[in-house]
């Protein structure tokens, strides 16, 4: 038998184990997409059009003509509410809906990307997305303007500490292996935030015991050297019936948030880690919107000199989805005061109504005029606390 050559063998052996490794990983990246009974998507060449930031969004298109655009837009928009927001129930908020029926407004521009891939049975398959880039200053002031929450930018970026164990044995998703773990990091970015992963190196590799047994003391160790101080740590299993995730988010070395995905798609069992980690971070760093808080707020309208003025204000307040209730208070013969039960803040209001002319705000500070509304010494100042508008000119 030949003799073992020092030093050359050696790193003939490492480069084989290497090469195991590597295989081992391949090998389990394609069991748990073909445990979904989908095959990953196969794209075309070229410059590919994407949605990378928080104000833009994807969305599957039927064809390319402009109904279809238009309407794609408004999906869209709803999907870049969530990001922005951070809320996943942003697109149900009152005053959203009316906006997503605007939302080609929003628009900065907009491109199309042709989707190849292959179905369960092996057929090839197409589709077209649509890749909307939206207006920020625009989204900005929709999500102030209606009292919805903020999440600022730029978020942090956690890094995710996740073991596999696909029968064979609990592995760490290190870099090398990130198209492992492509279903939680994707769904990341599409609740507007991003995942990193460690390194994987022959230290963190040896943590996967820690992160089974939910040492979220040890695992905050590992990771001082990321940045921010937090991780997401996931363990993802076969279980009767498909897959099991347990997740838990750490901030600071606190534990804000446990809890498990469970579906019979590893994908989607995977991907029920970004949206754990969003919701907890949303909870924790997300700020009312500059619109202020809903309640209800005292507001005199100025202008309304007959009833047909009085009929056209009180449709208009009554069509718009952020008034949930309107009490009249008193009237003089050009003059009314409302109680509005609002879902957001009157600032937000303000805004809100502004913006088609039927009531326009006027300056409190100042005595103005009721029948025109502007500057006028002798006319007294209303009420502290209550905010004047004036009705707008008649739509023709």
């Known amino acids: 038998m030949p003799g073992i050559v020092p030093g050359k063998d050696n790193q003939a052996m490492q480069g084989l184990s290497h090469g195991l490794r590597r295989t081992s990983w391949l090998l389990l990246a394609m069991a748990l997409l073909l445990a979904s009974g989908l095959a990953s998507a196969q794209r075309t060449e070229g410059d590919r059009a994407s949605a990378t930031g928080a104000y833009e969004a994807e969305t599957s298109v039927r064809n390319q003509t402009d109904g279809e655009r238009e309407a794609a837009f408004g999906r869209a928009l709803a999907q870049v509410l969530v990001k922005a927001t951070g809320d996943t129930g942003a697109a149900t908020r009152p005053g959203v809906r009316e906006e997503l029926s605007k939302a080609k407004d929003y628009v900065d521009g907009y491109d199309y990307r042709q989707d190849e891939g292959v179905s369960a049975n092996g057929a090839p398959s197409f589709r077209t997305m649509l890749v909307t880039r939206f207006k920020r200053d625009a989204v900005d002031g929709l999500v102030g303007m209606l009292g919805l929450p903020v999440w600022p930018l730029p978020r942090a970026k ?209 005595p103005v005029d009721a029948g025109t509304g502007v500057p006028a010494d002798a006319t007294q100042r209303p009420a502290e606390g209550v905010t004047t508008f004036r009705m707008g000119s008649r739509e023709d």
């Open 158 to 366: 956690p890094v995710l500490w996740l073991a596999i164990d696909d029968g064979s044995g609990a592995r760490l998703v290190g870099l090398a292996q990130a198209n492992a773990a492509r279903a939680v990091l994707d769904q990341a970015k599409s609740r507007g935030f991003a995942l990193g992963l460690p390194s994987g190196n022959a230290a963190e590799q040896a943590a996967v015991g820690a992160i089974w047994r939910g040492d979220t003391a040890a695992i905050a160790s590992l990771s001082s050297r990321y940045s921010p101080p937090m991780q997401l740590l996931g363990k993802l299993y076969r279980g009767s019936g498909g897959w099991i995730a347990d997740w838990t988010f750490v901030d600071k070395g606190k534990v804000l948030s446990k809890w498990t995905t469970n579906s019979p798609d590893a994908r989607r069992a995977m991907s029920g880690g970004a949206d754990g980690a969003a919701n907890a971070l949303f909870k924790r760093y997300a700020k009312s919107g500059s619109g202020g808080p809903p309640g209800r707020f005292r507001v005199r309208i100025l202008g309304v000199a007959s009833a047909d003025d009085y009929m056209r204000l009180a449709g208009y307040l009554d069509g718009l989805s952020i008034v949930k209730r309107v009490q009249p208070v008193f009237a003089t013969r050009d003059t009314l005061e409302l109680d509005l039960d609002l879902a957001t803040g009157v600032n937000g209001f303000a805004r809100y109504v502004d913006r088609n002319g039927v009531l326009l705000q006027v300056d409190n500070s100042r």
